[in-house]
């Protein structure tokens, strides 16, 4: 990764801010072609306040990333071949998955900054829509130890079974957003997430409706992450309304290949 980032040439007109926030994500990526279209292709997008007013960096290129997405599993053969690995395949068979297919994958840096902001509570589904629902998964691979101090993920246990309470959805031609949502999330109770430290190499599989979070990296250490979305696609329908859609360069790949 640091390889790819070295090399990335990213036009400042393209250099956009990631937040998880309802209002951040329809001012910063909702209203970007640049993110919009990052499906099916490696793109960068970066923590709040790393530009000067002039779009220039005003910290190393090398900790201003938020994440790198949304085609890494499809373009990139190391992440290629951890996605599609026998280990991944052999969690997917166990839940009882009989043509799961990737749909996104990302690197996330979450470094620590005095400007970087928390992920807030969010559930996956409410990007990553199906029709049932309970369909989509996250493989959450930790690259590096997750602590309390560097920003583990927290989860409501059982909030999985809730439904969810907004969507992401691509908007008509003419709306001043690409994207909107439908729904507001809902106020959690602090003292209901319980966290999930892990160490290098774990994995955490996150259900799609199940609340989650993570907070600041207060420590000097880093907490890099590969993470990926698949989805059970017997019997499901993918929305079209969703903002990641496949494309005829990159349909959703089979997982078991």
Not at 95 to 108: C, E, R
Not at 180 to 197: A, C, L, M, S, W
Not at 220 to 243: A, C, G, K, L
Request: hydrophobic share 35%; aromatic share 10%.
């Amino acid at each position: 990764m640091t390889e790819i980032v070295d090399e990335a040439e990213v036009p400042k007109h393209c250099r956009t801010t990631f937040s998880t926030d309802h209002d951040e994500q329809l001012k910063t990526q909702g209203n970007t072609e640049y993110f919009q279209t990052s499906g099916d292709k490696i793109r960068f997008f970066f923590e709040e306040g790393v530009f000067d007013d002039k779009g220039e960096f005003i910290v190393p290129k090398q900790r201003s990333l938020n994440k790198v997405g949304h085609a890494l599993h499809a373009h990139e053969p190391l992440f290629k071949k951890v996605t599609h690995s026998s280990k991944v395949q052999g969690v997917a068979k166990k839940l009882g998955l009989k043509s799961p297919v990737i749909l996104q994958s990302m690197y996330i840096f979450k470094v620590k900054l005095h400007i970087v902001t928390p992920m807030t509570p969010h559930q996956d589904a409410t990007f990553l829509y199906t029709e049932p629902l309970g369909r989509v998964m996250g493989l959450w691979i930790a690259l590096e130890d997750a602590t309390v101090n560097n920003g583990c993920l927290w989860f409501i246990p059982g909030s999985q079974t809730g439904g969810i309470s907004r969507r992401m959805v691509r908007t008509q031609k003419g709306h001043a957003n690409m994207t909107d949502f439908i729904g507001r999330e809902k106020t959690y109770d602090d003292e209901k997430f319980v966290p999930v430290p892990v160490k290098k190499g774990d994995v955490i599989l996150i259900h799609g409706e199940v609340v989650h979070r993570s907070n600041k990296n207060e420590s000097s250490d880093s907490r890099h992450v590969y993470t990926f979305h698949i989805m059970e696609s017997q019997e499901t329908q993918w929305s079209p309304q969703n903002w990641l859609q496949p494309t005829e360069e990159l349909p959703f790949q089979p997982l078991y290949v």
